[in-house]
Structures are given as structure tokens and as C-alpha cells.
């Protein structure tokens, strides 16, 4: 086939994929939608904690209770210094630091055993 040819087959071509892929589009829309479907896994009773109204469930680490804050957009899981001590949890220092409208705080890495959040356990949980 010359150059010439190839340059004139090319757009009709390329004109009759598009028309495949717009019949393809076409025929798919007249299928019914894809739906999703909520699944009821399991229920949490929440709970507000102090004058914020902070929501909190109820849980526990190494059996020990321990109201627990939600907060769906941290990135990790925290505890306070204080919690963690009354927890009889060992720390062990990062060499980091964090920062908030309280102040600056030390960030220490402990290891749980246990941890359960209404019915829900995990065990050996890393944290900090």
C-alpha cells in the first residue's frame, strides 16, 4: 500500500473506531445501572465526650477500658501520654514531635496486645 493510500485509509480509520465506540456506549446505557448496596456489618453505639461533644465509642486496650475518640481523618492512632501510662503501656521514644493549638508534645511508639472496639479485637497493634 503507497503513502498516499495509507494517509487517506487512516481517518476513516480512526472515524469508524469512534463510531464502534460510541454504539459500544450506546448499547451499555440501556443495561440497568449498577447499583451499590449498604451491608449493616455491625453497629457502634457512640457516645459524646466533654463540652466539644466529641464523639467516642467505647473500647478497651489490653483489657484494660479506654474510651476511644472517632476521627476519620487521622492518619494514625494516638493515645496520650497520660492514657498510655494508666495503661501500664511501656513507651518508647521516636525523636519526633508534634505540634497543635495546645502546644508541642513528644511522640512515643507503644505496643498493644489488645485492642477491642465494640466487638471488634486486633491483637500485637503497633501505635504511635
Do not use: W
Request: proline share 5%; with cysteine.
Amino acid at each position: 500500500m503507497s503513502i498516499f493510500r495509507l494517509r487517506r485509509a487512516l481517518p476513516l480509520a480512526v472515524l469508524f473506531a469512534i463510531a464502534l465506540v460510541l454504539v459500544a456506549g450506546a448499547a451499555r446505557a440501556d443495561e440497568a445501572p449498577l447499583k451499590c448496596q449498604y451491608v449493616n456489618l455491625a453497629e457502634l453505639p457512640l457516645r459524646y465526650l466533654g463540652a466539644a461533644f466529641h464523639p467516642a465509642v467505647d473500647g478497651a486496650i489490653n483489657g484494660l477500658p479506654a474510651p476511644m475518640l472517632i476521627d476519620t481523618g487521622s492518619h494514625a492512632t494516638y493515645l496520650t501520654r497520660g492514657a498510655a501510662e494508666r495503661l501500664d503501656l511501656a513507651l518508647h521514644m521516636t525523636g519526633a514531635r508534634v505540634n497543635g493549638i495546645g502546644g508541642a508534645s513528644r511522640v512515643y511508639d507503644v505496643r498493644i496486645h489488645d485492642f477491642a472496639v465494640a466487638r471488634s479485637t486486633a491483637a500485637s497493634v503497633p501505635c504511635g
